[in-house]
């Protein structure tokens, strides 16, 4: 069965400072990937996708994220933290065994602190 | 501007009462869905629907109806609801490339609470 983790419910960072938020995943067949984030009583927008080629992916306002297919993981990154990239985050997985399910982690609370 | 539109946006029920909020998008997508958010629990996928007339099941269904008439629209349909029920619902569309589905584009989201 697919599943997504997301094992950290809130990561704290320094403005400035370099960013990780966790996400780990369970598939059959190749993983599509992809991070997504939501502000305060907004919709969830779109930040990243992996589904093939380089490992390492570029997305919407500085983020990134490192594809690992031996640890399963996917985490999103950024060199340096905005106070305004406070937000809840997602990482989702879709099965790439044929089905068109997604699966999505709990989030992780982002907190950059001035 | 391209956009997912959800109807209502806020909705106050009691248990039993039938309910349907509405999707609509924009941007001729084929791919969309249903999920709810509910805290510690992330989004989880009710229905998703790959073209008009092909619904399926996502990881919690039960309660739930949709139905696909029309590529633009995909209304979620709630015939009995129950207190469980009450959680925050988005609706998303997608379009396929060669490769798989594109990012979801969501919609502002539906905050339903039953009584």
């Known amino acids: 069965a697919q599943s997504v983790a997301q094992p950290e419910d809130q990561v704290n960072v320094a403005e400035g400072n370099p960013l990780t938020v966790k996400c780990t995943y369970s598939?059959?067949?190749?993983?599509?990937l992809f991070w997504y984030v939501q502000y305060p009583n907004r919709g969830l927008q779109f930040l990243l996708k992996?589904?093939?080629?380089?490992?390492l992916v570029k997305g919407s306002y500085g983020f990134e994220a490192e594809f690992n297919k031996s640890q399963t993981s996917f985490h999103l990154k950024k060199p340096s933290a905005l106070v305004s990239d406070s937000a809840l985050y997602f990482c989702?997985?879709?099965?790439?065994?044929?089905?068109?399910?997604?699966?999505f982690g709990t989030g992780t609370r982002l907190k950059v602190l001035a | 501007e391209a956009q997912v539109t959800q109807n209502p946006r806020y909705l106050i029920t009691v248990t039993g009462k039938k309910l349907t909020v509405t999707c609509s998008q924009n941007?001729?997508?084929?791919?969309m869905s249903w999920y709810r958010q509910d805290p510690g629990l992330g989004l989880r996928q009710i229905y998703y629907?790959?073209?008009?007339?092909?619904?399926d099941k996502g990881d919690v269904p039960e309660g739930y109806k949709v139905s696909r008439k029309e590529k633009r629209n995909f209304p979620l349909i709630l015939e009995s609801p129950s207190p469980n029920q009450t959680s925050l619902y988005f609706c998303a569309s997608s379009n396929p490339s060669g490769m798989g589905f594109n990012e979801q584009f969501f919609g502002p989201g539906t905050r339903l609470t039953v009584l």
């Open positions: 941007m001729n997508h084929e791919y």
């Open positions: 629907s790959m073209n008009v007339e092909v619904t």
């Open positions: 598939v059959s067949g190749n993983p599509y």
């Open positions: 992996y589904i093939t080629g380089d490992n």
């Open positions: 989702a997985v879709r099965d790439g065994s044929g089905t068109y399910k997604y699966i």
